[in-house]
């Protein structure tokens, strides 16, 4: 569901980069504020967990159609609102300037559209509020389940109306979200069963992480080794090996596209905005499409790009490269945080 820039006016991909950077700034300051020692590694790892899982289409059977992990209530669950937010939008900052995954002008649409309804909405009123204070397998399977699934249709209907909005005649609101709001239903019920499988899989290992009872600043200290090195295995098997077999199918966004205007994309509007952060995408994107650029690829590998499983290096060094961006990336931020609340603890003393 990454939005490309020919979807968003520049009025709407400006005022969405504006509201995705006051919550990044807002995260910082309660991660700030909250955070344990044991939050900053996970903030990479689990970036570079969800960055490996992203890779993968899945398809949604009878549909000619796929969708991809969105992750956001994976991390909100693993690491807390505030941090799940600032690795959401790590990830997708990494996948649009290094992968041309997603646009510049709609990365502030993207963050907005995975990380705000998963960590801001559905952890706090529907994931929080069906836990409560046990972590029954049933208990954690619904509330993974439900709050993936309605995350989901938030935002896919925010992408509708980011495009409507932006007044993309090609994408009128009814058809477009007549199309958006099933095919995320399914996605949503496949992403549903895959957290609740990562959230399973932590409850059993480690389960005072999944405590929400407490701040992660209260929480007596644990070890997070167990959970910390599963996902840095996964994320490398998933990004170095699995990422051949994603589905082939258009992803929802596409497919969506697609029912409502026969095209599974839309032309860029000639304007200076649009070119410029074109060329500069074009400039960053080392692996653009998760793969070689094309005077890079042998003719080889360019012959068997169709073909399923799609075995190709560019792939897996984009699986590799990719995840290893994302955990500095993420690990990074939380290590500036942990430093300034220490630098601001000691001003204090």
């Not at 990479?44 to 899945?58: D, E, K, P, W």
């Not at 960590?119 to 397998?137: A, D, E, H, N, Q």
């Not at 069963?193 to 290992?205: D, P, R």
């Not at 697609?258 to 952060?277: A, C, M």
């Amino acid at each position: 569901m990454h939005v490309v820039d020919a979807l968003v006016s520049p009025a709407v991909g400006g005022t969405f980069w504006a509201v995705s950077a006051g919550l990044i700034g807002y995260s910082c300051k309660k991660v700030k504020s909250e955070m344990s020692d044991s939050i900053v590694p996970l903030m990479g790892v689990t970036g570079a967990f969800v960055f490996a899982a992203q890779m993968i289409n899945y398809t949604i059977p009878g549909t000619g159609s796929s969708g991809h992990l969105g992750g956001g209530m994976i991390l909100a669950i693993l690491l807390g609102p505030w941090a799940g937010f600032l690795v959401m939008a790590s990830i997708l900052t990494v996948q649009a300037l290094f992968f041309a995954d997603g646009g510049i002008l709609a990365l502030g649409c993207n963050i907005f559209n995975l990380g705000f309804w998963t960590c801001f909405v559905m952890y706090p009123l529907v994931y929080k509020k069906i836990v409560g204070r046990g972590l029954s397998p049933s208990k954690l399977f619904w509330a993974a389940m439900l709050s993936v699934i309605v995350g989901l249709q938030l935002g896919a209907f925010g992408v509708v109306l980011q495009t409507v909005l932006s007044g993309k005649a090609e994408l009128p609101f009814t058809a477009f979200v007549l199309a958006m709001q099933p095919i995320h239903l399914g996605i949503g019920i496949i992403e549903g069963f895959i957290t609740a499988g990562v959230v399973a899989f932590v409850a059993k290992a480690q389960p005072q992480l999944l405590d929400v009872s407490l701040p992660p600043s209260d929480k007596p200290a644990f070890s997070i080794k167990l959970v910390t090195v599963s996902l840095l295995i996964a994320a490398v098997i998933i990004g170095g090996a699995l990422s051949w077999f994603a589905s082939a199918h258009p992803d929802g966004l596409e497919w969506s596209m697609f029912k409502t205007s026969g095209s599974e994309e839309l032309d860029t509007p000639d304007n200076s905005v649009y070119t410029n952060l074109s060329k500069l995408q074009e400039k960053t994107a080392i692996l653009p499409d998760y793969g070689f650029k094309e005077n890079e690829v042998s003719g080889a590998e360019s012959q068997t790009a169709e073909s399923w499983p799609a075995v190709s290096a560019g792939t897996t060094i984009s699986g590799l490269v990719g995840g290893l961006l994302t955990l500095i990336l993420a690990f990074g931020i939380g290590i500036l945080l942990k430093l300034r609340k220490k630098t601001q603890a000691s001003a204090t003393i």
